[in-house]
């Protein structure tokens, strides 16, 4: 891989991901591993492919990427999301395809908190009148 690279940093619940575009071939490497054999399932790799597909730039580059953090499918979205970020620093052009796919916005929604005196967040404990 060659020294040159654009950088974006994708999240999605507790998942972080950091993501470097390199030009290249089109291998995508997830913690040092093919990103086949890090998410196994075929929707996992869909969704990493998605800002590839959109933009048709699939084979076009290599790309490396560290995520951290959350479950498997969390990871998924935080590297759809870096991948997005760093694509737009490659060609600033792209970023009207991307958001309008809403792969460039944040996706927000985390666990809610358990509160005190219930069972969880909202559920309250069994109620008995009698």
Do not use: W
Request: glycine residues 10%; hydrophobic residues 35%.
């Amino acid at each position: 891989m060659s020294q040159e690279f654009f950088y974006g940093t994708g999240k999605r619940k507790n998942a972080v991901a950091r993501t470097r575009v390199y030009p290249g071939k089109g291998e995508i490497i997830v913690n040092g591993r093919p990103y086949e054999d890090y998410f196994p399932r075929a929707t996992l790799q869909m969704i990493i492919r998605q800002p590839l597909n959109l933009t048709k730039t699939l084979g076009k580059f290599d790309i490396k990427i560290n995520v951290c953090g959350g479950g498997v499918a969390g990871q998924a979205q935080a590297v759809r999301h870096g991948i997005s970020r760093a694509l737009l620093n490659v060609d600033p052009e792209l970023r009207g395809l991307l958001k309008k796919a809403g792969f460039l916005t944040r996706d927000s929604r985390v666990k809610e908190r358990k509160k005190y005196g219930l069972a969880s967040a909202r559920a309250r404990f069994q109620y008995s009148k009698r």
